[in-house]
């Protein structure tokens, strides 16, 4: 490939030069007149070699063995940055390398196999999923994918909060709706859940036990009825989820943190630290001495944990069980927990930025220039279901993973609806079908087109070598998405990258530009070609399926040929 030849050809030169091997990195430049590759190598050896880092870079690449790397020519600029322009061929033999690799192309083994769990959606089981938990979904799915193709041995956890005030009024809202189901005047509390599906849930009860707890108070009535509502909802978010084409490997119960004695085990610790202390009867951490900005309350006056004190506990059973790096993809109005969990870690021993988060902001559904705000069966905002029974599941994951997650999504269901390439997912799909369509008219199957079967070096236009180009990005790009958690990167990449296809496509339409076809009459330009489509297709194709949205091979749209 392309870019080992360069690193080898560098590797030489710091040998030759006595520097250290291990620090190159190499960049796709932004802007294309850099060159096709970049690196900083020289800047990094400034240091150890007490030189200037341009005298640095103007020495490599005196030294720099042009033709072993596959190199036109290697430029200096600025402060000392390398700037390599790949020859023609060098670039074009690099189809061959998607072709060989197919559906491992982009995949890399930079995690080693090592452990790291990804924890998302956690969402209390108190009602239906909504599209801020879709967003956090796709978010977290995406992470994990992105993990998994750069050699990480991934752990995707839920962790349900199925304990607490909030349960408690879910319990309370589905007993008042359970009475009026039977003909019992009982207000919903103030506070409570008032959504149609707490009367769904009401009505399964009454279904399941008729009038059992109709003027039964107690506690054990309560627990059950509790127990009814939970397994209800988180049933039907797990189907939600599946439907979304998310899963799990494994569900964790704030519950069991109680009933098996981790919270008080983890509070029992934290004390033992030393920095724990009362006041005003509560039970204080001193979480300021890890970079929180004040104490924090564990206990509360009335001896009840603080909701950061089980988050602590939880986190302690991830790196037991051998987590040793975990990601957590939540909402930006958990902000305010991170230091303190963090605190919690670190004051039993953890090490700091353990775990890491995701932060996401919210999703704002809009049409014709208004806000979607309204569901009835929540009695809020629109739920994930029907957001994607509404524009596709393909649609809706990618629209909650083309943002940045610090950034506000607003889902234009406008766009989402259109079925056009003005839908940026659409423009993508489109574009992989495209590259099938020329295979069935050219009576051929994907699989026809083989690693060493073209003579690549047929490739010259510029469309063509622009093409191969972003092709071979691919690899550096996941690495780049998961370095960040993005999957961002990956969709800005493949919306480029389609861009570029469907330029390519229609410049090469018979009547316009025959020359440019790729069912030329010309044999061997019609291989090399054929090689092109076929791998952009698999680059297309991979890059979809990380993301978990389908590539389909036919696409037909009512202004348009069948693709």
């Given amino acids: ?119 998302f959606v956690s969402a209390n089981p108190t009602g239906p999923l909504h599209v801020g938990h879709g967003r956090q979904a796709a978010l977290g799915d995406g992470v994990a994918a992105l993990l998994d193709w750069t050699g990480w041995k991934v752990h995707r956890e839920y962790y349900y909060n199925d304990a607490g005030r909030q349960i408690d009024q879910l319990a309370l809202s589905v007993r008042a709706r359970y009475r009026q189901a039977l003909g019992v005047d009982e207000a919903v509390p103030d506070d409570g859940y008032r959504g149609e599906y707490v009367k769904d849930v009401a009505n399964a009860l009454v279904a399941e036990v008729a009038d059992r707890y109709v003027e039964d108070n107690s506690d054990e009535a309560l627990d059950a009825i509790r127990t009814h509502a939970v397994k209800m909802l988180r049933e039907e978010q797990d189907r939600d989820l599946n439907d979304f084409r998310v899963s799990f490997d494994e569900y964790f119960l704030e519950s069991s943190l109680y009933s098996g004695g981790r919270v008080d085990g983890t509070i029992q610790d934290l004390k033992n630290t030393g ?35 089980p988050d602590v506990a939880y986190h302690m059973t991830k790196w037991e069980r051998g987590f040793e790096r975990v990601i957590n993809v939540q909402g930006a109005d958990h902000h305010g927990t991170v230091d303190r969990v963090r605190a919690g870690l670190q004051a039993l021993g953890l090490p700091s930025g353990y775990p890491e988060y995701v932060l996401h902001q919210m999703v704002r559904v809009v049409q014709d220039n208004e806000q979607v705000k309204f569901s009835k069966r929540t009695g809020s905002g629109m739920t994930l279901r029907e957001l994607y029974e509404q ?13 940045k997650p610090d950034a506000h999504l607003l889902f234009d269901l406008d766009i989402a609806l259109d079925q056009s390439d003005k839908n940026p997912m659409y423009k993508v799909q489109y574009a992989h079908a495209r590259m099938c369509s020329i295979f069935r008219k050219g009576e051929m199957e994907l699989e026809d087109v083989e690693a060493g079967s ?83 297709q698999i680059v297309l194709r991979n890059g979809l399926t990380l993301l978990g949205i389908d590539a389909p091979t036919r696409m037909v749209r009512e202004d348009d040929q069948e693709n």
């Fill in 454 to 536: 073209a003579e690549l070096s047929m490739l010259s236009h510029e469309l063509e070598l622009e093409l191969v180009k972003r092709l071979v990005e691919f690899a550096s790009v996941i690495e780049r998405a998961a370095r960040g958690s993005s999957p961002h990167v990956v969709c800005d990449y493949l919306e480029r990258t389609a861009g570029a296809a469907n330029s390519w496509y229609h410049a090469g339409n018979p009547s316009r530009n025959p020359e440019l076809a790729v069912l030329t009459g010309d044999p061997a330009l019609r291989r090399a070609r054929l090689a092109l489509a076929r791998a952009v």
């Fill in 1 to 119: 490939m392309t870019n080992d030849a360069i690193r080898s050809a560098l590797e030489a030169v710091l040998e030759d030069m006595g520097a250290p091997t291990g620090t190159i990195t190499l960049e796709q430049p932004r802007d294309p007149t850099h060159g096709d590759v970049a690196t900083n190598v020289a800047l990094t050896l400034a240091k150890p070699l007490s030189r200037a880092p341009r005298q640095i870079a103007e020495e490599i690449a005196e030294k720099f063995d042009l033709a072993a790397a596959g190199v036109d020519a290697v430029e200096v600029a600025g402060p000392g940055f390398l700037n390599f322009r790949l020859a023609s061929g060098s670039v074009v033999s690099a189809l061959d390398d998607i072709l060989e690799a197919d559906t491992t192309w982009g995949r890399s083994e930079g995690g080693k196999g090592q452990a790291v769990m990804v924890e």
């Fill in 391 to 403: 524009v596709g599941v393909d649609v809706a994951r990618y629209f909650f993973q083309m943002r």
């Fill in 275 to 309: 920095l724990v202390y009362e006041h005003d009867g509560a039970t204080w951490l001193k979480t300021s001495q890890f970079g929180d900005q004040k104490d924090r309350v564990m206990v509360r006056s009335n001896g009840q944990p603080t909701y950061f004190l």
